[in-house]
């Protein structure tokens, strides 16, 4: 599975913007799917989660009631849906994918077998 994370770019602050994460190689339906970020000099952190189910998801508290994640198996896609965006939320955001991660590891980066490269992502005040 070879996994493209794309949309970033830069917005202001109240902006939104949606990253997709689309998957090659073999459909990721039944796949879980996590977002993860890492700003400038920081440690990577978990942002997001979708579960293998597709029914359920998981944000962290710092992204929570501002971003959701949906999929769209027909195209073989995750997205992140990013609204309010805030100076914070600046970082590289990469996607990441796992044919059995349970739920209780979405948010564990290394739960995920396979990664795509970042997208930037940058909010200015």
């Known amino acids: 599975v070879q996994l493209q994370a794309s949309g970033g770019g830069s917005v202001n602050s109240g902006g939104s913007l949606r990253l997709s994460c689309a998957a090659s190689g073999r459909s990721i339906r039944g796949y879980g799917v996590g977002w993860f970020r890492q700003a400038s000099e920081k440690e990577r952190e978990f942002v997001g989660a979708?579960?293998?189910?597709?029914?359920?998801?998981v944000y962290s508290d710092a992204v929570k009631g501002r971003f959701t994640i949906s999929r769209d198996n027909a195209e073989n896609a995750v997205y992140l849906h990013m609204n309010n965006l805030r100076p914070e939320d600046t970082a590289a955001y990469y996607c990441a994918a796992s044919p059995t991660i349970t739920y209780s590891s979405l948010s564990v980066a290394s739960s995920y077998y396979y990664w795509g490269q970042g997208t930037l992502v940058t909010v200015s005040s």
């Open positions: 979708v579960h293998r189910s597709g029914s359920s998801t």
